[in-house]
C-alpha cells in the first residue's frame, strides 16, 4: 500500500501525540503506588476506556475478524458473555479486591492462603506474560504492518515494542491509562469506519444478512469444535472470561487504582457496554471481508488488513493505521506495567528485597518493563507457526485459568480450605488440561477448560474435607479507598444482563 503525504502525516502525528500526552501524565510518578497504581485516583471514565483499549488490540482486528471470516458471529460470544462476566467482577470479585488494598492480584492469594501460593501465580503469569499475551499482540501488530505496508514481521514487532515500551517505562500506570483513553477513542472509531465502509461495499444491509446468513448466528451446536453452546453459556467459556476479566493483572490492575469502589464499578459496566458493540466492528468486517475478497486473503488472520487496504481512500489510510497501532500500544502499554508490577511486587520487593524503597521499586519497575519487551519481541516471530493468533490465545491460557479461577473462587466461598489446595489446584490444572487436549484434540478446548475446573474443584473440596484450617480466615480492610457503593451498580449490572440477552435473541 502506497502512503501519502497526508497519511504520513495523520499517522506520526497521532503517535506523537499520545506518547507526548502520556509521557506528561506520567512525570511525577515516584513512589510505588504512584507508578504501578496511579496513586489509587483514577476516574470511572478512564478505567472504562483503558480496559476496552487494553483488551481490544490486533489480536482481535487481526485473530478476532479472522475468526468471523471463518467461523462467523459465533466467534462474538467471547465478547457478549465478557459484558455479563464484567458485572459479575464489579459486583463480587472487585469490592473484595479494593477492601484488601491490594497492589496485585497474586497478593491477594497471599492473603486468603499463603506466600507459595502467590508466587506461584506470579511466576504463572509472567510466564504467560512473555509466551503468549506480549508476544501474540507483538506478532499480530507486526502482520498487520506487514499486509498493508510490506514491513518485514521481524523489523515490525521490534518497532511496536519499543515505541510502546518507551514511555511505559518512564510513566507507569497513569501513563498507560492517559494513553489507553485516546486510543480507545481512536480505535473505536476506525473500526466503525471500516464497518461502514465494508458495508457499503457489499451492497447495503439487506445485501449482507442475504449472502451471509449463514455466518450470522451466535449459537452453534452443543458438539461443535470450538464454539458449542453448552460451553458458551454453561460451560468452560466461563473459566477464561472470570480469569481475564476478574483475575488478570493486566485488565484489573486498572480497576485497583480506582479512587473508590463507586469509580471502580462505573468504569467496569462502562466497559461493559462497549464490549456489547465490539462485534459490529471486528466480527462484522470479517465476515463482509469473506464475501468481497475471498481470492485475495491466503489466511484467516489477513482478512482486516485486507478490508483496510482495499477500502480506505487515500488521507484515511494513515488514520487508520494509526488507530491500529495505537490498539497494539495500548494492549501492549498495559501488559508490560502489569508484568512489571507481579515481578516487582510478588517477586522482588517479597522475596529478594523486602526494605526496598518506593524509589528503588520504581527503578526495579522500569527495568522489568524493559526485559519484558525484550522477552516478547525475541519469542514473537514463533507465533507465525500456529494456526490463527486468536486461537493460540485462547487455547494457551487454558494451561492456567482453571486452577487460578478455582482456587480464587473456591477460597472466597470456604473460609476453611487450606493453602495447599491451592497451590495444587494451580499446579495440577496444567497437565489434566495438556492431557485432555492431546487424547481428545478433536473436543473444543472449551470443554477441555471446564473438565479441568471440575477436576480441581473436587480435588480443593477432598483437600477442605482431609485438613480443613482451625479457623475460618478473616481477610483484612485496609481501608484505602472509599467501598460505598450505589444502589445504581445493580440496576447497571442488570441492563448490561438484559441487553446481551437481547443480542443473543436477535442473532440466534
Known sequence: MQLSTLDLFAFVSFILFVIGVSLYAGRKEETDEDYFLAGRNLSWWLIGFSLIASNISTEHFVGMAGRGYELGMAIASYEWMAAVTLVIVALFFLPRFLRAGIFTIPEYLEQRYSVAARTLMAVLMMVIYIFVALAAVLYSGALALQQIFDLELVTGIWLIGILAGAYTVYGGLKAVVWSDLIQAIALLLGGALITVLALEAVGGWDAFLATSSDKLHTVLPWNHPEMPWIAVFIGGLWIPNLFYWGLNQFITQRTLGARSLKEGQNGIFLAAGLKLIIPFIIVFPGIMAAQLYAGEIGQADAAYPVLMRNLLPAGLRGMMFAALFGAVMSSLDSMLNSASTILTMDVVKRHLRPDASARDLVRTGRLATAFFVVAGCLWAPFIASFEGVFTYIQMVWGFISPGIV???????????????????????????????????????????????????????????????????????????????????????????????????????
Do not use: Q
Not at 473456591?410 to 491451592?422: E, H, Q
Not at 485432555?436 to 478433536?442: E, F, I, Q, S
Not at 460505598?484 to 444482563?497: D, K, L, Q
Open 406 to 508: 478455582t482456587a480464587f473462587v473456591v477460597g472466597m466461598i470456604s473460609k476453611r480450605t487450606p493453602p495447599r489446595a491451592a497451590v495444587g489446584a494451580m499446579i495440577i490444572g496444567i497437565p489434566v488440561y495438556g492431557v485432555l487436549l492431546w487424547t481428545l484434540p478433536d473436543v473444543a478446548f472449551l470443554h477441555h477448560m471446564m473438565i479441568t475446573g471440575i477436576v480441581l474443584v473436587l480435588y480443593m473440596g477432598w483437600e477442605r474435607w482431609r485438613n480443613p484450617l482451625d479457623e475460618p480466615v478473616v481477610m483484612p480492610d485496609r481501608g484505602l479507598v472509599d467501598l460505598t457503593t450505589s444502589p445504581s451498580s445493580h440496576v447497571f449490572g442488570a441492563c448490561i444482563i438484559v441487553a446481551t440477552a437481547i443480542l443473543y435473541i436477535i442473532f440466534w
